[in-house]
């Protein structure tokens, strides 16, 4: 008697004219992980009073201060409308500031404020903990990283076509 290996999700032929079952689309395996990162993250980032999000954003603060609400916005992914109650969150908790940009008063600039920069040596172990739950090794990290942001950069690019055509 033959044993034949599992078949890949990819391998499984459709069950119903011609639309591919739920673990065959990549949106749901992209959705899946999300929202398995985002759970594992949440008890590591609640000393530092931190949710995913504004981790996010301080991580993009870190990394470039001050930056306008615009360009943390891109950096993001997040329009205005849910940036700003972040932000202002945040500023609540006293880890950023904003202010207008004295020559442009039309734009916003935002930066980590003492505490907030502070906050940066104690995220680093939230780094090295997340490493630690990867099945993959570094060379496979790398790998799909490459190609996540090729994906994510194809998908901003079909958005912005999208909506050149409206």
Known sequence: MTTRATPSP??????FAGIPKLEQHLCFALYSASGLMTRLYRPL????????????????????????VGELGDALGLDSATLTPLLKRLEANGLVTRRRDAADERRVLVEPTQRGQALRESAKAVSAAMRCHSMLDGDELKSLHHSLTRLIDGLRAAGANAADGD
Not at 10 to 15: H, N, Q, S
């Open 45 to 68: 980032l609640e000393p530092l009073g931190l949710t995913y999000p504004q981790y996010l954003t301080m991580l993009a603060l870190w990394e470039h201060a001050p930056r306008t």
């Open 10 to 15: 990819l391998d499984v032929p459709a069950d």
